[in-house]
């Protein structure tokens, strides 16, 4: 079946104080992997999308990499307006249908 | 360049009423995607819409349906409204093996 997971569910950081959110994934076969930012009350705004391993998208303070299992969206020095609800979904070959996972509430204080 | 826009923002229904959420692509796009989100969860994938007919479907009764029109425009409709239908019914739009484009979304409450 396939499943996206993402971890932790919630993380809190100081300013300043660099991290890392995973999303793991199992699918029959990946077409694409999708980082989304959603702040409360919006949709979620596209940020990367990776499409095979070993790839890897840089913008801002965020960089994410793509493993055959797994992802990681890295935040380097993070600011208190990076606080949002980080979402990943794979899209799987042949078919058009997006899974989401949960996603990771990220808080930053300053 | 208007991105995704859908309406109404904010809904209230009763149990066994029916609702019609809309959605207008961003401009350029040809393929619509709806997707529901409960509170504190990713979103769901509803179904996909490509020249007018479905193209793929996620794991929802019958009682949810929708259309797209001519112009790409697409409208979600769910019949026999329950309580657990209470979400955040999202939109998104794309070109072919594009990424998505979210609207910010329809708020339903069932009472």
């Known amino acids: 079946e396939d499943q996206v997971t993402q971890s932790p569910e919630a993380l809190r950081l100081q300013e300043g104080e660099s991290s890392s959110l995973n999303c793991s994934y199992t699918v029959s076969g990946l077409r694409g992997l999708f980082w989304y930012r959603q702040d409360p009350g919006k949709g979620p705004e596209f940020l990367f999308t990776?499409?095979?391993a070993g790839e890897e998208k840089e913008k801002e303070r965020l960089k994410a990499t793509l493993t055959k299992k797994e992802s990681f969206l890295h935040i380097t020095a993070p600011k208190p307006e990076d606080s949002a609800t980080y979402l990943c979904?794979?899209?799987?070959?042949?078919?058009?249908?997006?899974?989401f996972g949960s996603g990771t509430k990220l808080n930053v204080k300053p | 360049d208007a991105g995704v826009t859908q309406s109404p923002t904010h809904l209230i229904k009763t149990r066994g009423q029916q609702v019609t959420l809309r959605c207008s692509p961003k401009s350029g796009h040809d393929t619509v995607s709806w997707y529901q989100q409960a509170l504190g969860q990713g979103p769901q994938f509803i179904f996909q819409y490509y020249e007018e007919e479905e193209r793929q479907r996620g794991n929802f009764p019958d009682r949810f349906s929708g259309h797209q029109f001519p112009n790409y425009s697409s409208e979600l409709n769910v019949n026999a409204l329950l309580l657990g239908d209470s979400a955040l019914y999202l939109c998104?739009?794309?070109?072919?093996?594009?990424?998505?484009?979210f609207g910010d979304g329809t708020r339903l409450s069932i009472l």
């Open positions: 998104a739009s794309s070109q072919e093996n594009q990424p998505q484009h």
């Open positions: 990776l499409y095979s």
């Open positions: 979904a794979v899209q799987v070959y042949n078919f058009n249908k997006f899974y």
